[in-house]
């Protein structure tokens, strides 16, 4: 993700010093760290997503695939984050994406469920401010898929949230992420996908199924029903089918 959030470590050595001043760390997720810098020709702060190099190989499709695809929507949707450059350098992958300050979803709920409690009628977002974050993200996946792409991860941790400027008492904007497992096809005939993939809290049975059974699935119909979850888990704090 490009977001907020994380401990202190030692900033490392990228090698793009001449360009780039590395500030934070904003977070850690399997081979990849993503810190916080400055461009140093503007002074726009970045979020650069960044692998050691030799790259594993089952990433390098990976990662591949999540540039392409973004690279693709460009700047094309306002709650899509930004792929603005990758840069290779003798020891790292570094990709630069727009930075969304808000941290992501699920630091938010968690944030709001403790400062809600006994409040919005026992919801943990209230019913507006519910629509006006779940409106948005219909939208950014409606835009995805009316470019032949299916996101196959919506979840909390990969939707960031960006203070909108000059509006701090206005709820933040939504910025969805992480593409990696993203299916994109030419013809919509193609759409269909045998691929389990996903956060198993979000998928829909037909996503289960393929566990068991190499039936095919929808990835356009796997991204409504992950909607669904994110809509539940923002009003409810918990997970639809959780005991």
């Given at each position: 993700?490009?977001?907020?959030?994380?401990?202190?470590?030692?900033?490392?050595?990228?090698?793009?010093?001449?360009?780039?001043?590395?500030?934070?760390?904003?977070?850690?997720?399997?081979?990849?760290?993503?810190?916080?810098?400055?461009?140093?020709?503007?002074?726009?702060?970045?979020?650069?997503?960044?692998?050691?190099?030799?790259?594993?190989?089952?990433?390098?499709?990976?990662?591949?695939?999540?540039?392409?695809?973004?690279?693709?929507?460009?700047?094309?949707?306002?709650?899509?984050?930004?792929?603005?450059?990758?840069?290779?350098?003798?020891?790292?992958?570094?990709?630069?994406?727009?930075?969304?300050?808000?941290?992501?979803?699920?630091?938010?709920?968690?944030?709001?469920?403790?400062?809600?409690?006994?409040?919005?009628?026992?919801?943990?977002?209230?019913?507006?401010?519910?629509?006006?974050?779940?409106?948005?993200?219909?939208?950014?996946?409606?835009?995805?898929?009316?470019?032949?792409?299916?996101?196959?991860?919506?979840?909390?941790?990969?939707?960031?949230?960006?203070?909108?400027?000059?509006?701090?008492h206005l709820p933040?904007?939504?910025?969805?992420?992480?593409?990696?497992?993203?299916?994109?096809?030419?013809?919509?005939?193609?759409?269909?996908?045998?691929?389990?993939?996903?956060?198993?809290?979000?998928?829909?049975?037909?996503?289960?199924?393929?566990?068991?059974?190499?039936?095919?699935?929808?990835?356009?119909?796997?991204?409504?029903?992950?909607?669904?979850?994110?809509?539940?888990?923002?009003?409810?704090?918990?997970?639809?089918f959780s005991q």
């Open positions: 993700g490009a977001g907020g959030g994380g401990g202190p470590r030692a900033l490392p050595t990228l090698g793009l010093e001449r360009t780039h001043k590395v500030l934070a760390p904003l977070g850690r997720g399997g081979e990849a760290a993503t810190w916080l810098c400055r461009q140093l020709s503007n002074g726009r702060l970045v979020a650069a997503k960044v692998l050691k190099r030799p790259v594993p190989r089952m990433m390098i499709s990976y990662l591949h695939h999540e540039v392409q695809i973004q690279a693709m929507f460009g700047e094309g949707h306002y709650n899509i984050i930004n792929v603005m450059q990758v840069a290779l350098t003798p020891s790292h992958v570094v990709i630069f994406m727009q930075y969304a300050e808000g941290g992501d979803f699920f630091s938010y709920i968690v944030a709001q469920k403790s400062s809600q409690a006994g409040k919005n009628g026992g919801l943990v977002l209230g019913e507006s401010e519910a629509r006006w974050f779940f409106r948005q993200l219909v939208l950014a996946i409606a835009y995805c898929h009316s470019k032949r792409v299916a996101h196959r991860d919506i979840k909390l941790a990969n939707v960031l949230l960006q203070k909108r400027e000059n509006s701090n933040p904007l939504i910025k969805v992420c992480d593409f990696g497992m993203s299916k994109q096809w030419q013809r919509w005939e193609e759409a269909s996908t045998h691929t389990t993939c996903g956060t198993p809290a979000y998928m829909p049975p037909e996503v289960l199924e393929q566990m068991v059974a190499d039936v095919g699935y929808d990835p356009r119909a796997a991204d409504v029903w992950s909607c669904g979850v994110f809509l539940y888990v923002l009003l409810l704090g918990k997970f639809p």
